[in-house]
């Protein structure tokens, strides 16, 4: 189960209230974030919900609100269709076939908040998209970028930019023989003849998925607007871990904008909307799971209080 470092203060600062650390102790074990340490403000925590959107201090205190009752039912972020599109190339295809983005912009961060996101980034990584292989993300700094954005796949040799944390241009080669995550990921391309690539208007790389990002769209405390990517093996994939870190970043009150994606053949889609998905659920079933003689009423309310918006219809829960 995947371990997080959350700062006391800025979780209390998303909860809108100071909960004493000794409370927090208790309460968090109850919404399945068991508490391994607390030391110099700072909880570490193994979350033991299968919630990739918990992987983050934003996603814990999200949870937290309907738990303590501050907030009730599903959260409501405002998105609209932004300006920024992203065209795909029929190279990619056989490589990683899917893209989802959005943008964020008024964005404030603090190195603790961009610690929480590359945090929540890596974690998104190692569970959701499996070591990278079924999906990897990337985050970038959109005043430093220049739309339209490619998505495309180039030989090697075709190759070269400077890696982010690197100090010069690296071929493709180098990028995977000499850095860390090249070494680490190599093996995700080291049978493609063509490598995924996300470049701008003006042939600027943003990252060469799934490996790395660019030194030169790097994201700092400077950073106000995000240009957020996911490339993968699957359009569900590629769209959940897009919309879990769009969603953190609204909770602390980023404006989300979906991207429209066009893919060869004419074929479009607006991702990073951040749409809720709907599953249908018996309430007899639930007092049959858990022992209990629950009314729909109550399994309502506590529904509710996971931050799931519920309707009763014909005897079935329906929830979003």
């Given at each position: 189960?995947?371990?997080?470092?959350?700062?006391?203060?800025?979780?209390?600062?998303?909860?809108?209230?100071?909960?004493?650390?000794?409370?927090?102790?208790?309460?968090?074990?109850?919404?399945?974030?068991?508490?391994?340490?607390?030391?110099?403000?700072?909880?570490?925590?193994?979350?033991?919900?299968?919630?990739?959107?918990?992987?983050?201090?934003?996603?814990?205190?999200?949870?937290?609100?309907?738990?303590?009752?501050?907030?009730?039912?599903?959260?409501?972020?405002?998105?609209?269709?932004?300006?920024?599109?992203?065209?795909?190339?029929?190279?990619?295809?056989?490589?990683?076939?899917?893209?989802?983005?959005?943008?964020?912009?008024?964005?404030?961060?603090?190195?603790?908040?961009?610690?929480?996101?590359?945090?929540?980034?890596?974690?998104?990584?190692?569970?959701?998209?499996?070591?990278?292989?079924?999906?990897?993300?990337?985050?970038?700094?959109?005043?430093?970028?220049?739309?339209?954005?490619?998505?495309?796949?180039?030989?090697?040799?075709?190759?070269?930019?400077?890696?982010?944390?690197?100090?010069?241009?690296?071929?493709?080669?180098?990028?995977?023989t000499k850095t860390a995550k090249g070494m680490e990921y190599a093996h995700l391309l080291s049978d493609k003849p063509r490598y995924p690539l996300l470049v701008d208007s003006r042939g600027q790389v943003l990252s060469m998925p799934p490996i790395i990002n660019s030194e030169e769209t790097k994201v700092t405390v400077e950073t106000r607007s995000l240009f957020i990517d996911t490339t993968g093996l699957s359009p569900e994939t590629v769209e959940e871990a897009v919309n879990i870190i769009a969603s953190s970043l609204a909770e602390r009150g980023g404006k989300v904008e979906a991207v429209l994606v066009e893919y060869p053949g004419g074929k479009r889609v607006w991702t990073g909307t951040l749409k809720p998905s709907t599953m249908t659920l018996n309430p007899s079933m639930v007092s049959e799971v858990l022992g209990l003689n629950l009314k729909p009423a109550e399994v309502c309310s506590l529904l509710r209080r996971m931050r799931f918006d519920v309707k009763l219809k014909r005897e079935r829960l329906q929830a979003v």
């Open positions: 189960m995947p371990t997080l470092e959350v700062n006391y203060r800025d979780l209390c600062s998303l909860l809108g209230k100071e909960i004493p650390a000794s409370e927090l102790e208790y309460l968090l074990p109850l919404v399945k974030c068991e508490v391994k340490s607390f030391s110099n403000e700072v909880f570490t925590l193994e979350v033991t919900a299968d919630r990739p959107d918990m992987f983050s201090v934003e996603g814990v205190a999200r949870t937290l609100k309907g738990f303590l009752g501050l907030e009730s039912g599903c959260p409501k972020y405002r998105v609209k269709r932004g300006s920024v599109r992203v065209k795909v190339s029929r190279n990619v295809k056989p490589i990683r076939p899917y893209i989802a983005c959005c943008v964020v912009r008024n964005v404030r961060f603090t190195d603790e908040s961009v610690a929480q996101l590359m945090q929540l980034q890596e974690k998104l990584h190692e569970t959701l998209c499996r070591r990278r292989s079924k999906g990897s993300i990337g985050i970038y700094d959109l005043e430093k970028v220049k739309p339209p954005i490619t998505y495309t796949a180039l030989k090697p040799e075709e190759i070269c930019f400077t890696p982010l944390d690197e100090a010069r241009p690296m071929t493709a080669r180098e990028i995977l």
